[in-house]
């Protein structure tokens, strides 16, 4: 079946630092992916998408991209804020399918 | 911007007890879905439904898990009787388009004491 693996966390940065969160898959067909964000005591908030090879999708400062080679969708940013601490959640729909199959989360804390 | 809603947010039962999670998916939507998280841990997929109808389940989705669209708005998650490890956040989530767009509701926390 459909698996993702994601960098185990926790992750602590300092402000202003980069961040790397690497994301592998496996699905069938040409899959849609997706990072979810899920900042402390709320839900699941999609942060960006990518549904073909060599799309990058971005928000808020972040980016992925779908990187069919090597079947990975890094998540990026090149400045953190104390804001963006919270867990990220990478994930993949196989082609056609109809659920979301997600990772274990890395949670980021960044500090001043 | 539409939202998935879920009631209530946090749902506190006896082991044995009936629970009802209650969504409203957004209008427009065709596909709803139950994921769960036990704390801690990852999003696990519970159930597909659209067109009246599980379109897919998990393991994890046994004869004590049932959901209903008893209206045109509702989408239910009923679990009959409740175990100590059922405890966990429960999600909703629909979609206009079978496998994309996404959108999740806040969640509902069930407590099984």
């Known amino acids: 079946g459909d698996s993702v693996t994601q960098m185990e966390g926790p992750v602590t940065l300092s402000e202003e630092a980069c961040l790397t969160i690497n994301c592998t898959y496996t699905a069938t067909g040409y899959p849609s992916l997706f990072w979810y964000v899920q900042y402390p005591g709320e839900g699941l908030q999609l942060l960006l998408k990518?549904?073909?090879?060599?799309d990058k999708g971005s928000n808020k400062g972040f980016e992925a991209t779908y990187r069919k080679e090597t079947t990975s969708f890094h998540l990026e940013k090149g400045s953190v804020q104390v804001s963006d601490s919270a867990v990220y959640f990478c994930a993949v729909v196989a082609g056609g399918g109809n659920k979301l199959t997600f990772g274990t989360g890395t949670q980021l804390k960044v500090e001043l | 911007e539409p939202e998935v809603t879920q009631t209530p947010s946090h749902q506190v039962t006896q082991m044995g007890q009936e629970v009802i999670l209650r969504c409203v998916p957004i209008s427009n939507h065709l596909y709803f879905y139950w994921y769960r998280q036990i704390l801690g841990q990852k999003v696990e997929f519970l159930v597909s439904f659209y067109n009246n109808e599980i379109s897919e389940k998990s393991e994890i989705f046994d004869d004590q898990f049932s959901v209903e669209r008893p209206d045109g708005s509702n989408f239910t998650l009923k679990i009959r009787s409740t175990k100590l490890e059922d405890s966990a956040m429960y999600f909703c989530?629909?979609?206009?388009?079978?496998?994309?767009?996404?959108?999740f509701g806040s969640g509902t926390r069930l407590t099984v004491v």
């Open positions: 989530a629909s979609s206009e388009v079978q496998g994309y767009g996404y959108t």
């Open positions: 990518a549904t073909k090879a060599d």
